[in-house]
T-cell receptor, first 118, second 111 residues
Framework: ETGVTQSPTHLIKTRGQQVTLRCSSQ?????VSWYQQALGQGPQFIFQ???????GRGNFPPRFSGLQFPNYSSELNVNALELDDSALYLC?????????????????FGPGTRLLVL | TQLLEQSPQFLSIQEGENLTVYCNSS?????LQWYRQEPGEGPVLLVT?????EVKKLKRLTFQFGDARKDSSLHITAAQTGDTGLYLC???????????FGRGTSLIVHP
């Protein structure tokens, strides 16, 4: 069973640029969540995708957007990068089975992508 | 949004010592998770507690959920260098599993 993988592992961008981060969910998992973890902080929820649709969003501006593909892999796109976007971006997958309210499935995190904005 | 306070923020101890870290909220937790995050890795779930007063043990780790479900503690007995990491608590509210994380307790265990 392959765990959650993320690419790239590290990335350096300059202010104003755009970035795309990628995540492959664990086999059999149909739900992907993205988190931003700034240095010295806990992860902050960005959004979650279930069956290729956004299913919940945290307090992040619209320049943070995402996609989920039919194979349940996912992308996080950030436009107009700001210095404060420098952080570890974590992807987590879970095997959500309910079509209604989300259930308490365990989330499995990838190793993250460390983004530095200069 | 539920705010989770973790204490202490940093902890540096010698191998063999015992320690306790705490997670508190002004709101009632529907459930609470404890994670450990090692440098360069994502968080790994250690335990989920749901019932007030619940105690769960994972080898040398003991997790306790407060009776009022507003606080939780993690106690490590005879710490080892492999216990070094960031210990995070997380909780969700209502019927959603979109967790809110605390800032974590950074633990360093020296040989």
């Amino acid at each position: 069973e392959t765990g959650v993988t993320q690419s790239p592992t590290h990335l350096i961008k300059t202010r104003g640029q755009q970035v795309t981060l990628r995540c492959s969910s664990q086999s059999g998992h149909n739900t992907v969540s993205w988190y931003q973890q700034a240095l010295g902080q806990g992860p902050q929820f960005i959004f979650q995708y279930y069956r290729e649709e956004e299913n919940g969003r945290g307090n992040f501006p619209p320049r943070f957007s995402g996609l989920q593909f039919p194979n349940y892999s996912s992308e996080l796109n950030v436009n107009a990068l700001e210095l404060d976007d420098s952080a570890l971006y974590l992807c987590a997958s879970s095997p959500r089975t309910s079509g209604g309210a989300a259930r308490r499935e365990t989330q499995y995190f990838g190793p993250g992508t460390r983004l530095l904005v200069l | 949004t539920q705010l989770l306070e973790q204490s202490p923020q940093f902890l540096s101890i010698q191998e063999g010592e015992n320690l306790t870290v705490y997670c508190n909220s002004s709101s009632v937790f529907s459930s609470l998770q404890w994670y450990r995050q090692e440098p360069g890795e994502g968080p790994v779930l250690l335990v989920t507690v749901v019932t007030g007063g619940e105690v769960k043990k994972l080898k040398r780790l003991t997790f306790q959920f407060g009776d009022a479900r507003k606080d939780s503690s993690l106690h490590i007995t005879a710490a080892q260098t492999g216990d070094t990491g960031l210990y995070l608590c997380a909780s969700s509210s209502g019927g959603s599993y979109i967790p809110t994380f605390g800032r974590g307790t950074s633990l360093i265990v020296h040989p």
